[in-house]
């Protein structure tokens, strides 16, 4: 079982910067390839950034150059630092588990319980 536990969300500025983290204790994390999505109110969810379990990035189109993925798999920790937030950044931010980069991109196995990221304008 993963169990994935989001971190780092909270009020910016539009401009500002932020990093997410997500943690998974079990050891299979090096394993797995990771993602995290976002859903705004009234909103379907959206996916942000995918990572596959040796490195190779994707990045959704409106995110693309501001956010960067990260994963320490020996501390089993993912990372998203978001740079040049934009009020439109606004969401719940979910840390999200698979076993392939496509499947966690489109239909993740596992999900956290969320981080809320909200930017002023």
């Known amino acids: 079982q993963v169990t994935l536990m989001e971190s780092g969300g909270g009020l910016v500025q539009a401009g500002g910067s932020l990093r997410l983290s997500c943690t998974d204790s079990k050891t299979a994390f090096s394993t797995l390839a990771m993602a995290w999505h976002r859903q705004a109110p009234g909103k379907e969810r959206e996916f942000v950034a995918a990572i596959s379990s040796v490195g190779v990035t994707d990045y959704g189109d409106s995110v693309k150059g501001r956010f960067t993925i990260s994963r320490d798999n020996y501390k089993n920790v993912l990372y998203l630092q978001m740079n040049s937030v934009k009020p439109e950044d606004t969401a719940m931010y979910y840390c999200?588990?698979?076993?392939?980069?496509?499947?966690?991109?489109?239909?993740?196995?596992?999900w956290g319980q969320g981080t809320q990221v909200t930017v002023s304008s």
């Open positions: 999200a588990a698979a076993s392939n980069i496509v499947r966690v991109t489109t239909a993740p196995h596992y």
